[in-house]
């Protein structure tokens, strides 16, 4: 392959990231603002308040139609290095959005996230490896999709794959479920959310605990409150989010050794090479600037440099959303099944709705900030 | 509409496909020269583009991975092909890395009277994105299509 060198590489992603940055531009300048003034039913603003289209499903909803439509299903050679940087876009969100948190805060929210997700990523777990035993499903399937829908979706697949030795074939079955399980429960939650008036902790912790994919839950949030502030659903339900990511790596390698227990052949790796391989790095940069946040270094509450970082990460989100819409193939999420579609239904099912209960019951309306 | 027999035929191969057997049956009944193609699917990466959690080593062990796997799918189906064949017939294998259908449909441009491919296709991510109608679009050669589940 042609080496095209650093500044032919950066060349190379101007048109995509052209088109990604000027779609978001025209989404918030124009569109947001057209749809806020439109009356339906009586209510200003129909489309956003109730269909919760704001910037952010929007934003996705135009990255599906230029790969579906425009691009005809797949994202075309002069965009694709711009739409790469996708990840990136994204990554860079999340660990600005340690910013949001105090140590104490992560504290206080942390630990009963941590147990609610703990329960559910188990929980999860267990009921695929339940229900693969009385569908007679083979294990390797059973163990990416237990990884896929108790963890965080396409990223725990990944992870998992090469120590279960997954066909490929049922990989990609697998990633096309979650995916269409996702985009359904994307569009549908923050509706739900305001219909059962949920407070932005509780659709936080109830999001980021039943969504199976990471930066679903990301746009679900934000869908549902799109600003970024302590306090909001993005806040809460990243906090759920950074529990579930920590815990990647010892529910692979939970799920690689319920593997091997079952294929005496398959290669042994430690804990230790797992956590190290697996390990999210990004997630310390989310704890670095939560520490910043907790020494007073990024301004106080209401300070220009918090007000100006915010608006960057509504650009970044946007941008790295637009993204990942792109991303969404309907021929590959259509072409999803057999068992692993069974699987993935029933386990996400329950435990979106499991989570929703739970909430509701045990959550409180307000939080820790 | 009457048609030669083929003299040269290009087999898409897929590692459990039907379509083996049949691209061989018709190069022995035609005495023709088969050619087997095997797309080794090289987009994974792209498949994977949602996936922005994992640290480019645990995407590298993923992609790494999927390529043994590929490469093991196509010695199993060249071998299946050559156990079928025998000596009977004479057999080119080729080995491509790409997108299935571009990197096929370069290969039919390359002058075969036939080409042989399961219907839908199965090689790689083709499992679910199924180009078949991408594939025969203004195709240089005719296409037999044999259904991957007979």
């Known amino acids: ?369 | 509409m009457v048609t030669a027999a083929p003299k040269k035929i290009l087999l898409l191969l897929d590692e459990d496909s039907p379509v083996t057997a049949e691209a061989v049956r018709i190069a022995q009944e035609n005495s023709a020269q088969l050619t087997a193609l095997f797309v080794l699917d090289a987009t994974w990466n792209d498949y994977v583009g949602h996936d922005w959690l994992s640290g480019s080593g645990s995407r590298a062990d993923f992609i790494d991975y999927v390529q043994q796997e590929e490469e093991k799918s196509a010695e199993k189906a060249f071998s299946r092909l050559k156990n079928l064949a025998g000596e009977a017939i004479e057999i080119q294998c080729i080995t491509k890395v790409g997108n299935v259908v571009e990197q096929t449909r370069q290969e039919m441009e390359k002058g075969y009277d036939l080409l042989v491919a399961s219907n839908p296709l199965r090689r790689g991510l083709e499992r679910i994105r199924g180009n078949l109608a991408a594939l025969c679009e203004k195709a240089p050669c005719r296409i037999l299509l044999v259904p991957a589940d007979i």
């Open chain 1, 1 to 369: 392959m042609e080496d095209k060198g650093l500044l032919g590489k950066i060349i190379a992603i101007i048109p995509g990231l052209a088109l990604m940055v000027g779609t978001l531009a025209v989404l918030r300048m124009y569109v947001v603002p057209w749809l806020g003034g439109i009356t339906l039913f009586g209510i200003k603003g129909w489309p956003v308040q109730v269909l919760s289209l704001n910037y952010i499903l929007l934003s996705i909803i135009a990255g599906m139609l230029f790969r579906n439509l425009l691009f005809g299903g797949k994202i075309p050679g002069w965009a694709d290095a711009g739409f790469r940087t996708t990840r990136l876009f994204i990554k860079t969100g999340v660990i600005m959005l340690g910013s949001l948190y105090t140590l104490q805060s992560l504290l206080k929210l942390g630990i009963s996230a941590a147990l609610l997700i703990m329960a559910f990523v188990f929980g999860t777990v267990f009921l695929i490896m339940w229900l693969s035993k009385l569908w007679k499903v083979d294990r390797s399937v059973a163990a990416v999709m237990a990884a896929a829908c108790g963890v965080c979706g396409v990223s725990a697949a990944v992870a998992a794959a090469p120590g279960v030795r997954a066909r490929p074939v049922d990989l990609a079955l697998a990633i096309a479920t979650i995916l269409g399980f996702g985009i359904v429960t994307m569009f549908i939650s923050p509706f739900i959310g305001k219909a059962l008036n949920l407070s932005d902790l509780q659709y936080g912790a109830w999001v980021g605990t039943g969504i199976l994919n990471s930066g679903q839950v990301l746009a679900t949030c934000l869908a549902f409150n799109p600003v970024i502030a302590p306090g909001t659903a993005v806040a809460y339900g990243e906090v759920w989010n950074v529990v579930r990511v920590i815990s990647i790596p010892f529910v692979v390698f939970a799920i690689t050794v319920w593997y091997w227990k079952g294929e005496g052949e398959a290669e042994r790796i430690s804990l230790k090479e797992i956590l190290i391989s697996k390990f999210p790095i990004f997630v310390l940069g989310f704890f670095g600037m939560t520490a910043l946040s907790s020494l007073g270094m990024l301004g106080a509450e209401g300070s220009e440099t918090l007000h100006f970082l915010r608006d960057c990460m509504q650009w970044i989100f946007g941008i790295g959303l637009v993204g990942q819409g792109a991303y969404i193939d309907f021929r590959e999420i259509k072409a999803a099944g057999g068992k692993p579609l069974r699987l993935g239904l029933t386990a996400g099912m329950a435990k979106y709705v499991l989570a929703l209960i739970v909430i509701m019951l045990f959550m409180p309306k307000t939080g820790a900030f």
